[in-house]
């Protein structure tokens, strides 16, 4: 959910001490101290420096700073007018925060994490969008056809990111390219991503052969998004799939 932050409301700044200088001064340090935990290959384990690396190695082959790629690149060619990489306690829009709820006690607002073009791992992520315009990035993944709409991607890069690079033990899921999860529910084949900070919380899942996309977005902690996406597709996607079907044609009597 969205809200305009009200007059009343001060947003508390968390400053580098506490967040943002542990995670700038990550890169440096794994210079020093890398470390093989396993061969490659071997399992899959998230890593925010992994994301904030891949930022840099853009910055260095590219050429221009890493958000102005984004924005060049991704946003602006899509139409994503609401997101920012670098949002602030002021952008339009931006909803208000709500850590976990304690026993006895309402939900504190969060603090408004602040990022800068100067940290180094801005592309782990902190990026602030809405509904609609993640709904424009899931129809990318919908239209393999670069002659249709904006094309960012090759329909094979597109289909490269959603395909498993990772299987785990139970083979009901996996791992793709920028997703975290690759996962088939009864007889159809789901690709999502989460994300989350102190306050906010969001699942972005889609259906590329049922072009079909579920976003839930949150400001609130452990409000479980992933539960109403679920949800959502369990009892509204039946009923769309019904809808969009090509009608089917009577055969004609010989």
Request: hydrophobic fraction near 40%; proline fraction near 7%; charge should be negative.
């Amino acid at each position: 959910s969205e809200s305009k932050p009200s007059r009343t409301t001060t947003w508390q700044v968390v400053q580098a001490q506490d967040f943002s200088q542990a995670c700038s001064i990550s890169i440096p340090c794994a210079s020093r101290t890398l470390q093989i935990v396993s061969p490659a290959g071997a399992e899959f384990r998230y890593s925010n420096l992994g994301y904030a690396i891949l930022g840099e190695i853009i910055t260095a082959v590219s050429g221009p700073p890493y958000a102005q790629y984004i924005e060049n690149h991704i946003l602006k060619p899509l139409g994503m007018t609401t997101t920012y990489v670098f949002p602030k306690p002021d952008t339009p829009g931006l909803a208000v925060g709500y850590l976990r709820r304690a026993p006895g006690v309402g939900r504190e607002v969060a603090g408004f994490i602040y990022r800068n073009a100067d940290m180094p791992n801005i592309a782990s992520g902190n990026l602030a969008t809405s509904v609609e315009d993640l709904a424009k990035f899931a129809s990318l993944h919908f239209r393999d056809d670069p002659v249709v709409g904006a094309h960012i991607l090759m329909g094979s890069t597109l289909q490269e990111m959603r395909r498993v690079q990772w299987l785990y033990e139970d083979w009901q899921s996996g791992v793709g390219l920028g997703f975290e999860s690759v996962r088939r529910v009864d007889d159809q084949v789901r690709v999502s991503m989460e994300g989350a900070l102190p306050g906010w919380e969001g699942t972005f899942e889609i259906a590329p052969a049922a072009r079909l996309g579920v976003i839930v977005l949150t400001n609130a902690s452990e409000s479980e998004s992933g539960r109403f996406v679920d949800q959502v597709f369990r009892i509204v996607g039946p009923a769309i799939t019904r809808a969009t079907a090509p009608p089917q044609q009577t055969p004609t009597p010989d």
